[in-house]
């Protein structure tokens, strides 16, 4: 090969590495030049974000300075307020239940669970109690899909098994009861959900400022919000708060937010349960009493300091119910019930009203399992006796 043959392809080795740099170097730019404008961005919005804050500041420091306390008078309508919450109330899972838990503007309901003890199945639940009484609905659910939230509360209305719809075990007339019932409610305006379909839903029920602000405008639109579940909003706005510190900040925004609330905020919640050395046959004998609730909480625990009524779901399943424990409530009085018991038909996946026949499938359930439990333990002896033949 020639020696002008060897400096060309020197020279065009040289060329391509010199382009390949270029592209990089131009491509590094890029990146640097994107990252400057999203830090600008962060910068200005947090830069707003704390402009309105200390103007907030400032106004009630102004208010404070120019206060004449001795000048606050008698506010006639304030103190008749909490006896009118309690004639707005709504109904309460059923209207026994209702007797105990007042659903009423100003209320701010936690219930906290465990992970699977029904806290979706009670957000159907309640939400169905309301919209059977042409009462309007808005669920927060930042957990479950919007579908199946409405699924549910359809299900529960046609009497359809959920478990079933979403196994496909139905039969085509069933599923479109479903369809049929779900398509009503939202045209009549008494269910509306909002689930992180996309990033703006999403920033609706997993930041404290979406919450907040859809809150606002629910405001003489809605007659009952339920949020699935407090412990999920979690997310900040700028991504550098521990969730639970976005918890807590929550909290206080929902405990100034709920005196001026026009209905009550019911907020499902996730907690432990009641570590017991013994197994109990009734879950609802276990001494919640003494056992609060705010030693088993999971995320921030300032809400546990502004609800108005902390109400436990417990879920028991050798004995097919569950119960409400009462830890708080606003409304208190001598006779309150402090633990309802809530039967639950696993098979149509619902809360029903107990019956002689509901016991007798639960006692035959029980011992059906019993039995199965000890043809296992007898197979199971059997086999190690066979094994200590054979040694």
């Known amino acids: 090969m020639s020696d002008n043959n060897i400096n060309k392809k020197e020279h065009e080795e040289y060329d391509k590495i010199i382009r390949q740099e270029y592209e990089q170097n131009v491509e590094t730019e890029k990146l640097i030049q994107e990252n400057k404008r999203i830090n ?37 309508e304030s103190m008749l307020k909490e006896l009118e919450d309690r004639k707005n ?48 609905v808005l669920i927060l659910s930042n957990e479950e899909k919007e579908e199946d939230v409405r699924a549910r509360i ?102 100034i937010f709920k005196d001026t609330a026009p209905f009550p905020i019911i907020a499902m919640a996730q907690c432990e349960g009641i570590r ?6 009734d879950k609802g004998a276990l001494d919640f009493e003494n056992n609060h609730v705010m030693y088993r909480w999971k995320g921030g625990k300032g809400i546990i300091i502004y609800a108005t009524d902390i109400i436990e779901l417990v879920k028991d399943f050798d004995n097919s119910c569950s119960y409400f424990w009462a830890h708080k409530v606003r409304f208190s009085h001598g006779d309150l019930q402090r633990k309802h018991h809530l039967p639950f038909d696993k098979k149509m996946q619902k809360f029903v009203e107990w019956s002689p026949e509901f016991d007798a499938k639960v006692t035959a359930s029980k011992v059906t399992r019993e039995s199965n439990e000890q043809s296992k333990e007898e197979l199971k002896n059997i086999f190690n006796g066979k094994n200590e033949g054979n040694n």
């Open 40 to 76: 600008a961005f962060i910068y200005n919005k947090k830069l707003k974000v704390q402009q309105k804050q200390y103007e907030k500041m400032s106004n009630i420091q102004d208010s404070l300075e120019k206060e004449d306390l001795t000048k606050r008078g008698f506010n006639r």
């Open 89 to 136: 109330a709504v109904t309460f899972f059923n209207e026994v239940v209702s007797k105990d838990f007042v659903a009423a503007p100003g209320s701010l309901m936690v219930i906290p669970s465990m992970t699977n003890n029904g806290k979706s199945t009670m957000t159907a639940h309640l939400a169905e109690a309301l919209v059977n009484e042409n009462k309007r």
């Open 154 to 255: 359809s299900c529960l209305r046609t009497n359809v098994s959920f478990g079933d719809y979403k196994t496909s075990k139905c039969t085509h007339e069933e599923i479109e009861k479903v369809l049929l019932d779900g398509e009503l409610l939202a045209n009549n305006g008494n269910l509306v959900v909002i689930s992180p379909k996309n990033e703006v839903d999403a920033y609706k029920v997993t930041t404290v400022d979406g919450v907040m602000a859809t809150l606002e405008k629910a405001k003489g639109n809605f007659d009952a919000v339920i949020l699935d579940y407090y412990t999920n909003v979690n997310m900040s706005e700028f991504g550098n708060i521990d969730p639970w510190h976005v918890n807590n900040r929550l909290a206080s925004e929902l405990n």
């Open 276 to 281: 017991s050395e013994k197994k109990v046959e």
